[in-house]
């Protein structure tokens, strides 16, 4: 598979820039030579992933319906209420695809399930949603096994790849404004502190999950004593030590700060939410499996006799909440760290901002003041 020149530039850019929204225009897109039974697939109109989407879909022939998630990729726009059940119906109605298939069924990303609810999508619409594979290079196999995922296919895999993509990301807005900050006082520290930013990068989303509890403060530590070391190596005098200790500690707290999930090695944000629990009532179960279709770290076993399932892997659950949002009996919730029942509404209703914290999406989509709790 090629790579144009133009499409580099900016996968490297829109990678370095991912905290910023890069919206791309919603709408119909195509992949091949699609008729009308050709599979139909969702996302948000953030433009990396629209155009690794067309990548992925080489080789198939697709319609590619782009909802509006304000320029955001899929997961954090479904999270944080920017890709929502009526995004996602506004964009099946309105782009065109129905004048073009004769069927009615549309793949969503998997990581949409936080905040699109696919019972209330075909109930609104008509259009039969599955959610697909997490990751779009897996649909072309997805729709060859006739749209059934494997279990690969439903975990969020965090390799190499994208861990420098993530450290990319990170390092990239951390240098420059260290960098920028440096440079009028003292403009001969900006490239060392630039340099920093990056490694430290790089070691946290490398081996930061690596690292034996308490990480934070161990990485911490290992920040301030790599910048005393090398302050002293070049020479530096006390003023120099402590300056560069001190942006060390900030740097390593500032990247081991888990916003709203972007290093999904901490499993969850630093509010309450993390001592939040899953739990299951089984009364409630009827063994739809909604939950173990979206969960992106499998937790879930399919049990068959009563058929239901069970939490057979707590350890690993992130507090994502897509299970509790797509579970049409309310047979999930949390518990938070008193043992109190958070509603599933709750989650439903109460979206993550930027820090992690839930808030309620006002109207105009703007973050409002009130915060989640027991209710
Ligand atoms: S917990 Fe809910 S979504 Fe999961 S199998 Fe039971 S009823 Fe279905
Ligand atoms: S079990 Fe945890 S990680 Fe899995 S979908 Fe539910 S909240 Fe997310």
Redesign the pocket.
């Given at each position: 598979m090629s790579l144009r020149w133009s499409d580099l530039w900016r996968d490297v850019a829109q990678t370095a820039l991912r905290l910023v929204p890069w919206p791309t225009e919603p709408g119909l897109r195509s992949v091949g030579d699609p008729g009308p039974e050709s599979p139909v697939v969702v996302t948000g109109n953030y433009d990396l992933t629209v155009r690794r989407l067309v990548r992925a879909l080489r080789g198939v022939d697709a319609w590619i319906v782009v909802a509006a998630s304000g320029g955001i990729n899929v997961w954090c726009a479904a999270s944080g209420g920017h890709l929502t059940t009526h995004q996602v119906v506004a964009a099946l109605k309105t782009c065109g695809v129905e004048e073009r298939v004769r069927h009615r069924r549309a793949v969503l990303p998997q990581l949409a399930a936080t905040g699109v609810i696919g019972r209330d999508v075909s109930r609104r619409c008509g259009w039969k949603v599955r959610f697909g594979p997490a990751r779009a290079d897996d649909l072309p196999e997805y729709f060859a096994n006739r749209d059934q995922k494997t279990d690969a296919m439903r975990r969020v895999r965090f390799g190499v790849v994208e861990r420098l993509e993530m450290a990319c990301t990170w390092a990239a807005p951390t240098a420059f404004l260290l960098a920028a900050a440096a440079a009028p006082f003292r403009p001969g520290w900006s490239i060392p502190l630039a340099g920093g930013a990056t490694a430290l990068s790089v070691a946290l989303f490398l081996g930061y999950d690596r690292i034996p509890a308490p990480r934070r403060t161990l990485f911490a530590a290992g920040a301030a004593i790599l910048a005393a070391v090398c302050v002293t190596l070049a020479g530096g005098g006390a003023p120099a030590l402590a300056t560069g200790v001190a942006a060390g500690l900030v740097l390593a707290a500032v990247l081991t700060y888990d916003y709203s999930g972007t290093t999904p090695i901490e499993g969850g944000s630093h509010f309450e939410e993390r001592r939040w629990r899953?739990v299951l009532d089984p009364e409630r179960c009827d063994g739809v499996f909604s939950?173990w279709e979206?969960?992106?770290?499998a937790?879930f076993e399919k049990r068959q006799d009563p058929r239901r399932v069970e939490i057979a892997y707590h350890e690993r659950?992130?507090?994502?909440?897509?299970?509790?949002v797509q579970c049409p009996k309310d047979a999930l919730s949390f518990n938070d760290a008193d043992g109190r029942r958070i509603e599933p509404d709750v989650i439903r209703r109460f979206k993550l901002n930027l820090l992690g914290k839930r808030v309620v999406a006002s109207p105009q989509g703007k973050q409002g003041q009130e915060e989640a709790g027991t209710r």
């Open positions: 899953i939950c979206v969960c992106p770290e937790c659950c992130v507090r994502c909440g897509a299970c509790v």
